[in-house]
């Protein structure tokens, strides 16, 4: 056997998962030039996290106030809009782009009530949202050149419990984005979501108020090749480690 044969069989051999790219706009299912048509199962923050962005700033370029409800079919633009003069960067996008100003509610979204300022963010402890080995940590990729993880993988028994990491409220559930299976997502506060990705079973319903440490799913290996949860840590839209935020864990 030749040396390059060799080295393609045992590449060949290796399982491994690629995470699911951040979506580009420009080409995703439902988006064209930076305006994505919104789909059945869809929330605001699926659609924020499948495209890396804050889900603050996704509702204030489209004018979408608190509880931030969208509705099938409906059009949203994934990109600030442009100033007038506004200087181009390299790739074509503007820069320093001041913040379009907000127009008064839409009755049909908030029943014609105003809405507040913001909360302030308080601080969150975190807590291991499942038992296992990390077997990918974030930033790593399982191949050369591959775009690495968002988050980490901990692998475990099929049917083993999944638990909040943090209190918070589900925000989405479900299997429409690429790469992750059955996902849950849940917001934390006005600044962290986080989620759990390739379940068995999702124990818990899109809007329900979980406590840290509540089942909130089971392990499977849904959208993957292997029995793992895959948990992120999402601070406004940007993917943060999550080790960071975990306590150590002592062995």
Request: some cysteine.
């Amino acid at each position: 056997m030749s040396l390059a044969w060799g080295a393609f069989a045992l590449l060949a051999g290796c399982v491994a998962r690629i995470p699911a790219p951040i979506q580009d706009d420009s080409t995703s299912l439902g988006a064209t030039r930076g305006v994505y048509r919104v789909l059945p199962g869809d929330t605001l923050y699926s659609i924020a996290f499948e495209f890396g962005r804050d889900y603050q700033a996704l509702a204030r370029w489209n004018h979408i106030p608190p509880p931030y409800r969208i509705e099938v079919g409906e059009r949203l633009r994934l990109r600030p809009r442009p100033s007038r003069g506004a200087p181009l960067g390299p790739s074509g996008t503007p820069q320093a782009v001041r913040p379009v100003p907000r127009p008064a509610p839409r009755a049909r979204r908030t029943g014609g009530h105003p809405v507040g300022p913001a909360r302030p963010v308080r601080a969150l402890r975190w807590i291991w949202p499942a038992q296992g080995v990390v077997k990918e940590t974030f930033g790593r990729g399982p191949l050369s050149g591959r775009p690495g993880n968002r988050g980490i993988d901990i692998l475990g028994r099929f049917g083993e419990p999944v638990r909040a990491a943090a209190a918070g409220r589900v925000v989405y559930r479900g299997s429409r984005l690429p790469g992750y299976g059955k996902l849950i997502i849940i917001k934390e506060n006005n600044e962290y979501l986080s989620a759990y990705a390739h379940n068995a079973h999702i124990e818990v319903e899109e809007g329900a108020i979980v406590r840290q440490g509540e089942v909130i799913a089971v392990m499977g290996d849904s959208g993957t090749d292997r029995v793992e949860l895959e948990f992120e840590i999402r601070r406004r839209g940007v993917p943060m480690d999550p080790l960071r935020y975990l306590p150590k864990r002592h062995h």
